[in-house]
C-alpha cells in the first residue's frame, strides 16, 4: 500500500473538510426548508382575512388589467405577484389551499435564496443562524404566510442579494446578465427593492467599472419608470397615505434608532479597514455587497424618517435580508479571531440555540390557538346559505364584502341565490376602497343610519341577517362601532335581536323584524 506524504495527508484532509461542509450546508438548508414547509401547511386552510380577501378577488379579474387596476380597491400588491396567482388559481382552481400555496412557494424561495446569499459572505453556522431568524421571527411568520406581497418581497431581496454577491465574487460577463436579468424581473415582484438599487450600482461601478454600472441603471430605469407610471401611480390616494400616516409619530421608534446606530457602527469598521494602498480597481468583494445592504438600510431609514414610506414591521420584512446579513458578517469575523478551541464550543452552541429554536416555533405556530387575523368566511357562509331564506334580507357590511365574496365563489354559492335577498353597506369601509377617502374619526352616525334605510325600506317585515366584521381595532380606526350601532338601530325601529353568531372576528346576527318603521 502506497504511504501517504504530509503534502498528501494536507490534501486529503482538506477535501473531507470540505465535504463535511457540503452535508453540513445540506442539513442546514434542509431543516430550515422542513420547517418553513410546516408553518406553510399549519395554516394552508386558514380563511383569509379582510386584507388578503381584496386582493385574492382582484386575482379573479375576468382580465389582467382588471386585476392590476382592481376596480374596488387600491391595487398595492406588485404584478408579477398577481400574475403568479392568478396562474395558480387558473391551474389548480379556486381554494384556501391554491392561494395560500403561492406565499408559501415564495417562503420556501426566500430560505433558499438566503441561505445562499449567506453562504456566499459568511461561515455555514453564521448563515443558517441569519436565514433561521429571516423565516421563524415572530413578524415573518405572521405575514410571510399571508396571501400579501411580503412574502413576495423578501425572496426578491434574498435572490437579488445572492445574485450580487455571486457576481461580486467573479466579475464573470454572464453573471452579470444574470443579475440585469434577474433585477428587470424582481422590481415586478417588489416594490421596494428599489432601495437596493443604487448600492447594487455602486458596487458593480466599484468592482466592475462604470460601463457595467451604467448598463445595470439603464435596466432598472427602464423597468421601474413604467412600472411607476402605470402601476405605482394610479393606486395610491389620500386615504392610504392617512391609513399609514395613522401609525407615524413625531418620534422615531426605538427599533429605527438602533438600526441606525447598527448601520452607523458597521460603517465605520468597513471603512477603518480598508487599506488606503490596496488598488482601488481591486477591493475585497464582500466590501461592495456590504455596500449593497448598508445604502439600502440608510436610504430605507431615510424614507421612514421623513414619512416617505410606511413605517410597519410587515413593510420592512424585505429588509431584514439586509440587516441580518450584515450582523452576521460582523459575528462572522468576530468569530474568525477566536482560538480554534473556542470556535467550536461557540459553533456547535449557536446551531442548538438557532435548531431549537426553529422547534419552538413550528410547534407554537402548529398546536398555538387561531391568530387573531382569523376570519371564519367559511363557517359563517354555511350558516348563511343553510339558514337565510328568500324572503330575508342579507346586509354585509362594508368591512365584509370582498370576504363574503370570495367565500361565495370558493363555495360555488350562485350569485343567483344571494344575489336578490343581499345588500352591501356603503360606510365603514376600511382602507383603502377605491375612490373612497375616508378620513378616520369623521364618520358620522346618521351617515350609517340613512344607508340602513336605503337597504332597509320601512314596513319591511321578516328576518334581516347583519353580517359584519367585529375587529376592534378597525373600528377604532374608524371612531364609530358601526357594527352595535345597526343592531341598535335596526331594534329602534321595530327589529328585535334573535341570536348573536360570533365566528373569529366576524358577527352573524339575525333581527326579526314586524314591520320596520
Not at 348563511?384 to 346586509?395: A, E, F, G, K, Y
Amino acid at each position: 500500500m502506497e504511504r501517504m506524504g504530509p503534502n498528501d495527508i494536507r490534501t486529503q484532509g482538506l477535501k473531507d473538510g470540505s465535504r463535511r461542509m457540503r452535508i453540513g450546508g445540506w442539513i442546514a438548508l434542509f431543516a430550515i426548508l422542513a420547517g418553513t414547509l410546516l408553518l406553510g401547511l399549519s395554516g394552508l386552510n386558514r380563511s383569509l382575512w379582510l386584507d388578503e380577501a381584496w386582493v385574492a378577488n382582484s386575482v379573479r379579474e375576468r382580465s389582467v388589467w382588471a386585476m392590476l387596476h382592481y376596480s374596488q380597491w387600491l391595487q398595492t400588491s406588485p404584478p408579477l405577484f398577481l400574475l403568479i396567482a392568478r396562474a395558480a388559481v387558473s391551474g389548480f382552481g379556486l381554494s384556501l389551499d391554491t392561494l395560500r400555496s403561492v406565499p408559501l412557494l415564495f417562503s420556501l424561495l426566500a430560505a433558499i435564496a438566503m441561505f445562499g446569499a449567506a453562504r456566499k459572505v459568511v461561515g455555514l453556522t453564521w448563515a443558517f443562524a441569519a436565514t433561521a431568524v429571516l423565516i421563524f421571527s415572530p413578524t415573518a411568520v405572521e405575514h410571510l404566510r399571508s396571501f400579501k406581497q411580503y412574502a413576495g418581497e423578501t425572496a426578491a431581496t434574498c435572490a437579488l442579494l445572492w445574485l450580487a454577491a455571486t457576481y461580486l465574487e467573479s466579475h464573470e460577463l454572464r453573471r452579470f446578465r444574470w443579475l440585469c436579468a434577474a433585477t428587470a424581473i424582481l422590481l415586478c415582484l417588489s416594490y421596494p427593492l428599489v432601495f437596493l438599487i443604487p448600492g447594487l450600482v455602486l458596487a458593480v461601478w466599484w468592482n466592475g467599472g462604470p460601463m457595467r454600472a451604467r448598463l445595470l441603471l439603464a435596466v432598472a430605469s427602464l423597468v421601474e419608470l413604467p412600472l411607476y407610471w402605470f402601476q405605482i401611480r394610479p393606486n395610491i390616494a389620500p386615504d392610504l397615505w392617512t391609513f399609514w400616516g395613522t401609525g407615524w409619530s413625531d418620534s422615531l421608534s426605538l427599533s429605527t434608532i438602533l438600526a441606525a446606530v447598527f448601520c452607523a457602527f458597521v460603517t465605520a469598521r468597513m471603512v477603518g479597514s480598508m487599506d488606503s494602498g490596496r488598488s482601488v480597481s481591486n477591493p475585497d468583494w464582500r466590501i461592495g455587497f456590504r455596500v449593497v445592504c448598508l445604502l439600502a438600510c440608510f436610504l430605507y431609514l431615510n424614507a421612514e424618517m421623513f414619512r416617505w414610506y410606511p413605517t410597519d414591521p410587515r413593510m420592512r420584512l424585505f429588509l431584514w435580508p439586509c440587516l441580518l446579513l450584515l450582523g452576521a458578517m460582523e459575528l462572522d469575523d468576530l468569530y474568525r479571531r477566536l482560538p480554534s478551541s473556542i470556535k467550536e464550543v461557540v459553533a456547535v452552541c449557536v446551531v442548538i440555540a438557532t435548531a431549537l429554536s426553529m422547534t419552538w416555533t413550528v410547534g407554537r405556530i402548529w398546536s398555538g390557538p387561531p391568530e387573531q387575523t382569523i376570519e371564519e368566511y367559511g363557517a359563517a357562509l354555511r350558516i348563511l346559505r343553510n339558514q337565510v331564506s328568500p324572503n330575508d334580507l342579507l346586509l354585509v357590511h362594508a368591512d365584509a364584502k370582498q370576504g363574503f365574496l370570495l367565500q361565495a365563489a370558493i363555495d360555488h354559492w350562485p350569485e343567483l341565490e344571494w344575489g336578490s335577498r343581499t345588500r352591501f353597506g356603503e360606510t365603514g369601509w376600511p382602507c383603502c376602497a377605491r375612490g373612497r377617502d375616508l378620513v378616520p374619526g369623521r364618520l358620522e352616525s346618521k351617515a350609517v343610519t340613512r344607508d340602513l334605510t336605503r337597504m332597509v325600506p320601512k314596513g319591511f317585515s321578516g328576518r334581516v341577517w347583519l353580517f359584519y366584521g367585529n375587529r376592534p381595532l378597525h373600528w377604532k380606526y374608524l371612531g364609530l362601532d358601526e357594527g352595535d350601532l345597526w343592531r341598535r338601530t335596526m331594534w329602534e325601529r321595530g327589529c328585535p335581536p334573535m341570536e348573536y353568531l360570533a365566528l373569529g372576528n366576524l358577527v352573524i346576527s339575525p333581527m326579526g323584524c314586524t314591520e320596520t318603521k
